[in-house]
């Protein structure tokens, strides 16, 4: 049967469901070029209104996975477990959680991106060891996870191309916060990314892609739905980002962080943040367990915890840097990674309880640092960010220190300090500390 683009649209802007066998056409069309943008724009807007049924997701979610190579491990590794997280201010999770989940002999293969506004990007952040490349081919990548376990690439343009057609329309048509094309935009990735079992860390807050709990959920619903009718194992955590994961904001900061966790020491004056790792701890247990390399998560974050105090977990981070033509000396001597020429802290003006830390304020600060992008391309300076050892619910006297301001110059500097001030609110009245996850998913 023949397919019209103005039939899909008109039966989506109805409030009809579309077909099987229109998803697949319309997302083979796209791919193909054969679909002018301003129907596929017509489409996404319709989309966007109506919403999709999850048979409708699902089906899309497929169609854009088929729609370029799907990769299989299965010749190279038994299992294949990767973590997809929301993007959040200061989440250098991935940096932690793949090489102790590999050091406990569950491969980790993951292809990751490069940071878009107030959330950084995890090749960012890696980039700034000197060297280190994330421009793996699909052989390199399959070898690499063969002989150490754990892979951190860029993604690959022939995986999911049909994501990043309709993504480049989203983004230029107001169509990006539409949950279903979220949903079908991480999976798609995730089901042709080759990987068995999945561990979604899906943020709430502030600085999150997702404002609320509710909107969290509901994101996290349709994407363990549509891995498990893909027939992957799934566990979604809905986590807190109404302020920053851990302390550092900005890249070195954020890898230097990354390696104290994994060492579990201070590093170049810089902390184990306690949150952080309780984080870390608990999305690698997961994705053990999901591997089937522990028969509970108890059992599993035991493994997890072993695998840290045996520095088993920072070999494996050394390990895959030296593959992939990082200065190891770096990760051996994280005093050696990028600093920047400006330095300069903010302290409290009064004494009381830290009320509120506005995350999302917190990651533009950082972005106009120049640690982030406001537009795709932008250089950025790895150097520059801020740490910040505070939390909510702290109680804090004056003159204690709130943040550090690594910049690359006095005059953002200055500007940074004050967006700082702002984002920070102390009050009189204590308040409760944030709980670090809200709720969880799937085969917990």
Known sequence: MAHRMVDLIEAKRDGAALTPAQIRWFVEGVVAGTIPDY?????????????????ETVELTLAMARSGDQLDWHDAVEVVVDKHSSGGVGDKTTLVVQPLVAACGVPVGKMSGRGLGPSGGTIDKMESISGW????????????????????????SDLAPADGLIYALRDVTG?????PLIAASIMSKKLAGGADAIVLDVKAGSGAFMPTVAAARELAEIMVGIGEDAGRRMVALISNMDEPLGFAVGNALEVKEALATLRGEPVDGLVVPPDFWEHCLTVA???VRLAGRAASLDEARALVMAARDRGEGLAKFR??????????????????????????????????????????AIGWASVRLGAGREKKGEEINHA???????????????????????????DSLAQAQAEVRQAIVLGDSPVEPLPLFYDALGEV
Do not use: C, W
């Not at 129907?39 to 048979?55: H, K, V």
């Not at 169509?175 to 949950?179: D, L, N």
């Not at 960010?385 to 301001?405: C, F, Y």
């Open 133 to 156: 490349s994330a421009e793996l081919n699909l052989e390199q990548f399959r070898h690499q996870l063969l002989d150490i376990g754990l892979v951190l690439a860029g993604q690959t």
């Open 39 to 55: 129907q596929t724009a017509a489409l996404l807007m319709a989309i966007y209104f109506r919403g999709m049924s999850r048979q």
């Open 384 to 410: 520059v960010g801020l740490v910040l050892p505070v939390k909510v619910g702290d109680r804090l006297d004056k003159g204690d220190l709130i943040a550090t301001v690594h910049a690359a110059d006095r």
């Open 285 to 287: 247990a997961h994705m």
């Open 319 to 360: 390990a895959m840097v030296a593959a992939q033509g990082g200065d190891v000396g770096q990760v051996d001597e994280p005093e050696r990674l990028p600093r920047a020429p400006v330095v300069g802290e903010i302290r409290a003006e009064r004494a009381g309880a830290v009320l509120r830390i506005d995350a999302g």
């Open 175 to 179: 169509t990006v916060p539409s949950t």
